[in-house]
Nanobody, 125 residues
């Protein structure tokens, strides 16, 4: 079973940047999609970005295009999310997820079978 561990969260001032990392272990990830979601207090978990393990195809939520960048390092089995120009509304727990492509769109939580425990990002104004 795939295991995921996020890191890199913390307290950041508005306008700052942050890089979140996700370390994956377990079975081979060939064919997997890897995604980032976030959940703010009192809100539902929302899609942020996703990337295919092979080929590096990426998709982003419309509201993060331009200042979130997702990437992966196949040799190290890691995935990263770079966030620029952080805003207070980016405050949330950020989750890493992995899944085999199937009937669910990449932006849907149902596309993912494994989840990390989350890392807190807090942006102060």
């Amino acid at each position: 079973q795939v295991q995921l561990v996020e890191s890199g969260g913390g307290l950041v001032q508005a306008g700052g940047s942050l890089t979140l990392s996700c370390a994956a272990s377990g079975p081979t990830f060939v064919g997997y999609i890897m995604g980032w979601f976030r959940q703010a207090p009192g809100k539902e978990r929302e899609f942020v970005a996703a990337i295919s393990w092979v080929g590096g195809r990426t998709i982003y939520a419309d509201h993060v295009k331009g200042w979130f960048t997702i990437s992966r390092d196949n040799a190290k089995n890691t995935m990263s999310l770079q966030i620029y120009s952080l805003k207070p509304e980016d405050t949330a727990i950020y989750y890493c997820a992995a899944g085999r492509p199937g009937s669910a769109p990449w932006a849907n939580t149902r596309a993912y079978q494994a989840w990390g425990q989350g890392t807190q990002v807090t942006v102060s104004s």
